[in-house]
């Protein structure tokens, strides 16, 4: 018998859908199709009606989709009859006034991330330090999921030089001016 899971995020846009959500479950479901069957899907494209989420066993989801009362309480009432639900969060849930989202973000999800993270079954995260933080705030076992890049993606360049690199979207501003002045330190070296 298969195990159902079903991976939702907000979209299909950002890297969070594409690292967090798509790619790791779509891995899982090329590479172990016989044990399970993954079904990824974007929170809009979720219908709380089907009578197919019966049959779901696993509810991978990103903390995005935390806000939408609708689709969390189907999702609570999977639980209630036998459905795990795993919260997955790439970062923490109180974003810093230096990101350019930090207001809508901190009104809108906050409040519920930290509702979320008592009722699910599982949480997975970031990196280790961040699952210790997180221990502050729940009981529920925390697994580190790193965010990773699939260097299958990327050519291997030959060099004795060091490059470091960022990868993020506009809420990262504030990172870039850190890597930009460490880069800079270390011009010379």
């Given at each position: 018998?298969k195990r159902v899971i079903l991976a939702i995020s907000e ?179």
């Open positions: 018998n979209g299909y846009q950002s890297a969070v859908a594409w690292y967090r959500i798509i790619q790791p479950l779509s891995y899982l479901n090329k590479h172990n199709d016989k044990d399970y069957e993954v079904l990824v899907l974007p929170s809009s494209n979720v219908n709380i009606e089907s009578e197919d989420l019966e049959y779901v066993d696993i509810v991978h989801f990103h903390a995005n989709i935390t806000y939408n009362k609708q689709l969390m309480s189907k999702l609570y009432l999977m639980q209630k009859n036998g459905c795990k639900l795993i919260l997955d969060l790439d970062d923490f849930f109180e974003v810093p006034a230096s990101n350019p989202f930090s207001k809508t973000y901190n009104s809108k999800l906050t409040n519920c991330i930290k509702q979320t993270l008592n009722k699910v079954d599982y949480v997975t995260c970031t990196t280790s330090i961040f699952k210790n933080e997180l221990k502050k705030y729940t009981n529920k076992k925390i697994t580190v999921f790193p965010n990773v890049l699939n260097n299958s993606l990327y050519p291997e360049i030959p060099s004795n030089k060091l490059r470091i690199g960022l990868m993020g979207g506009a809420s990262h501003e504030e990172d870039y001016k850190q890597i930009k002045e460490l880069v800079s330190n270390l011009q010379g070296y």
